[in-house]
């Protein structure tokens, strides 16, 4: 039976998911994030922007792992990190979050078993990243795509509210990368908030909502068609350059 621990559609999410406000973060003694003010609502929402902007400092900060230097980050209306939030927000960083010496299958088990989530969960999470064919084998001999798949169904046994994944599409091939973005949009179908970073300006035409972000700050902050639209660009890699090249430093 569906329960509010499993179906996220039973659960009340607040509009927007996400506010943040005068964020500053300082990293080797530079401040990487300085006074950034952005809100995120449901669906998929894309934070896009070239290696080094602060993309990964950012998603740090809304899950709760990052030292922040000043400002407010909000997340279903609790501060980012809190306890109550444990069970709501997915988090997938680049470094595989599995065990190598286990099977996929005694992984999402052993994972469910911390998390307190029941065992179907496990079949539910490895339909869902089209890892059945992989179920019984080894996480170390799995390939890179394999294996961050195994991360996100990690990520998926307690069906978050918020979804954080940074770069999760690198190093996979089209049809794994279109099979994700699907994925990604059944998520957010059933009432999530996924936010997805990359540098590849392609991934942006799959989202509802974009953030274009540039040496630590948002310089559009709008839908793929409204951030083309404001500069004429047949592409968001051209509108991105566009508003770069313009001097944009405002967020829409
Ligand atoms: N542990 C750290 N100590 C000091 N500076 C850091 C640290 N981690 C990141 N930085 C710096 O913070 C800035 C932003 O890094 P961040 O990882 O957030 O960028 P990014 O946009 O996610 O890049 P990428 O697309 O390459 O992952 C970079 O200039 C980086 O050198």
């Keep these: ?26 990293r080797g003694g530079r401040a990487v994030l300085d006074g950034l003010d952005l809100e995120i609502r449901t669906g998929v929402t894309g934070l896009l ?27 279903l209306g609790r501060p980012a990190g809190h306890r109550d939030l444990r069970a709501r927000v997915g988090y997938v960083t680049q470094a595989a979050s599995v065990y190598d010496d286990l099977t996929v299958q005694e992984n999402l088990r052993f994972f469910a078993r911390v998390l307190g989530v029941g065992a179907d969960a496990v079949d539910r999470v490895v339909a869902a990243v089209g890892l059945e064919s992989h179920r019984g084998d080894p996480v170390g001999r799995l390939s890179g795509g ?3 798949r195994a991360s996100l169904a990690v990520a998926l046994l307690r069906a978050p509210d918020v979804l954080v994944l940074d770069e999760p599409t690198v190093g996979l091939d089209p049809v794994l990368r279109r099979d994700l973005w699907t994925l ?21 035409e799959r989202c509802d909502r974009l953030l274009l972000m540039r040496e630590g700050r948002i310089i559009a902050d709008d839908s793929p068609a409204g951030v083309k639209a404001r500069v004429g660009a047949s592409d968001v890699e051209s509108a991105f350059l566009a508003l770069v090249e313009g001097g944009a430093g405002e967020s829409a």
Excluded: N
């Excluded at 506010?19 to 973060?25: I, N, Y």
């Excluded at 709760?64 to 980050?73: D, H, K």
């Design 1 to 26: 039976m569906a329960t509010p621990a499993t179906d996220p559609r039973l659960r009340s999410v607040p509009d927007p998911v996400v506010r943040v406000a005068g964020l500053r973060v300082v």
């Design 49 to 75: 922007g070239p290696s080094g902007c602060g993309k990964s400092t950012l998603l740090r900060s809304l899950v709760g792992v990052q030292r922040v230097a000043g400002g407010t980050v909000e997340v």
């Design 146 to 148: 394999e294996r961050s």
């Design 184 to 204: 990604f949009h059944r998520l957010a179908g059933a009432g999530a908030a996924v936010l997805v970073s990359s540098h590849v300006m392609d991934e942006a």
